[in-house]
């Protein structure tokens, strides 16, 4: 266990399982609890605090079995929440005794507005509430951590008062909470140094343990913490991503990063296992229900994703150009160049080779032109669809026609209409329009006004190579000529399931061409035409 002394390391103090439950519509039944903190246990926190025991008969078992199964000696310290009420820290030592390490964390307000409004106590009365409730959970445990609630507003000279008389009465740790997220970090950097140069019995070479514990409301709950880092605070209370009350918590990934990145800024260690994270955040974030936003530090899903062109190229050449920590590190298995509108030919290529296609650098262009034009038409291009690409790509038939434009009118109201304008080998453009039973009738017969090769459709199927709304519809058909026993097949891939659709077909109608020997003939009018031998 570390030395409650060793001024080079922080202590991580996980409160997922007390203040991140506080989130909104994130209560934990039992059995999750006690698997996040077997996970934290996992990622090194130094101390659970598994709940708040006189909260209820469930959150006092949870805790108790956390304690039994986690706190074992030679794993984490397990803490537990009581209010500086007789009732709570009793039955908060209920909770935590099992344990090989067992923790009682008190607190009270000691702002004017909590005194005033919530309490109701003078100063003199808190102090008093502080002095008894402070001894009475020393006589019960040896580890006593004492919170003055809403310390980022408390009058300063209120609070010295305030921990040096909870180091007194034996807290070994003074938890100084910003608790409606309301300081700045210049400022909470301040409050903590001057706690630590100013309270007697909590100065350097005492065995107090000055701790911080940030609220989001301003998005500077990481930027607060790590000023208090700085200003000697050598716990910092967290949650895995952020969870907690109204904007959350410090989000402990993004502290533990800050502060292992940039290890010769802060001179600081730390105990976490940091390849434990994003199995950690996937875990809480599963069983709160509380989604991890994208762009989120660390654990996001873009964390480590790449779109633009250049640093795509630069992420190839060398990934230290756009990232400043390694993936696995944090456990996520490699950096992912989303394939997007913004992506180069540099990196369609390596993924290319890397889905086993044999492209050269020369010959990338075109199948890139493609790609572009499916990017354009959908956020992300995913493997499937540049499989779905390259197949419609490689099985390309001589090309007779094909299709250049296209509409299409369906719905509950009139006739499905389609027009399409096909450009034949020789570039000259066909229009035709046709109404059919359904769109993609429609849009066939309207084709078959420009080929005028006759033929039975066979089969014809659709489904979605990707997964989402945006994910490209791949079409297959057969078709054959009458009188014949042969059949051709035609392959559209496209976001829109209509234009795939023209798209098969039409690739079944070249291939039926050149199959049977149908020459193109010049058309007449609107019209090409298309007979057999000649
Ligand atoms: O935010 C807060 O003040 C708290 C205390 C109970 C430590 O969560
Ligand atoms: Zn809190």
Not at 295 to 321: C, P, R, Y
Not at 389 to 397: D, G
Request: charged letters at 25%.
């Amino acid at each position: 266990m570390t030395s409650p002394v060793d001024p080079n390391v922080v202590r991580f103090f996980d409160t997922t399982l007390r203040d991140g439950e506080q989130s909104p519509g994130a209560t934990l039944s039992s059995a999750e609890k006690l698997e996040i903190a077997r996970q934290l246990s996992k990622l090194g926190v130094d101390i659970i605090e598994a709940g708040f025991p006189a909260a209820s008969p469930d959150d006092l078992a949870a805790v108790q079995r956390i304690a039994r199964d986690v706190g074992t000696a030679d794993g984490p310290v397990i803490a537990g929440l009581a209010r500086a009420v007789e009732k709570d820290i009793v039955t908060c030592w209920e909770g935590v005794k099992f344990a090989a390490k067992p923790r009682i964390h008190t607190f009270l307000g000691t702002s004017d507005i909590h005194l005033q409004y919530q309490t109701g106590l003078t100063k003199p009365q808190a102090l008093d509430v502080i002095r008894k409730m402070v001894t009475l959970a020393r006589s019960l445990c040896e580890d006593v951590e004492f919170s003055p609630m809403d310390a980022g507003r408390t009058d300063p000279a209120f609070l010295v008062e305030v921990c040096a008389l909870a180091i007194e009465c034996g807290a070994t740790t003074l938890n100084i909470p910003d608790t409606v997220g309301y300081t700045i970090p210049a400022e909470f950097g301040e409050l903590i140094g001057n706690l630590i140069a100013e309270t007697p019995g909590g100065g350097p070479g005492t065995d107090v343990i000055w701790s911080v514990h940030c609220h989001n409301d301003l998005g500077l709950a990481t930027a607060n913490t790590l000023a208090g880092v700085m200003a000697g605070a050598r716990q910092v209370e967290v949650t895995i991503n952020g969870i907690g009350e109204r904007a959350g918590n410090t989000s402990l990934e993004e502290v533990v990063m800050a502060i292992e990145t940039r290890r010769p800024y802060y001179g600081l260690r730390t105990n976490i296992n940091t390849r434990e994270i994003m199995k950690s955040s996937r875990m809480v974030s599963n069983y709160t229900g509380l989604m991890v936003q994208a762009n989120k530090a660390i654990v996001g899903k873009n964390a480590f994703a790449h779109e633009a062109g250049i640093h795509q190229d630069g992420m190839l050449k060398n990934s230290s150009t756009y990232e400043i920590m390694k993936p696995e590190d944090v456990g996520v298995e490699k950096s992912r160049l989303v394939l997007g509108k913004h992506s180069g030919r540099h990196a369609l290529l390596v993924r290319l080779q890397e889905l086993g296609y044999k492209v050269e650098r020369e010959q990338v262009m075109p199948i890139f032109e493609r790609f572009k034009d499916l990017a354009d038409a959908k956020k992300n291009v995913t493997d499937a669809d540049l499989v779905a690409l390259m197949t419609e790509e490689h099985v390309k038939p001589q090309e007779f026609f094909r299709l250049e434009d296209m509409q299409v009118v369906a719905g509950t109201m009139g006739m499905p209409t389609a027009t399409v304008k096909l450009v034949n080998s020789d570039g000259r453009e066909f229009v035709h329009a046709a109404v059919g039973v359904g769109p993609v009738d429609a849009c066939f017969k309207a084709v078959d006004g420009v080929v005028k090769a006759p033929c039975t459709l066979i089969e014809y199927s659709v489904h979605s190579v990707t997964e989402g709304i945006d994910a490209q519809g791949e079409v297959t058909v057969s078709i054959a000529p009458p009188e014949s026993d042969r059949s051709f097949g035609g392959y559209g891939a496209d976001p829109d399931i209509i234009v795939s659709s023209v798209k098969a077909y039409l690739s079944a109608l070249n291939r039926m061409i050149a199959g049977m020997g149908l020459r193109e003939m010049k058309a007449e009018g609107e019209a090409a035409t298309v007979s057999v031998g000649d």
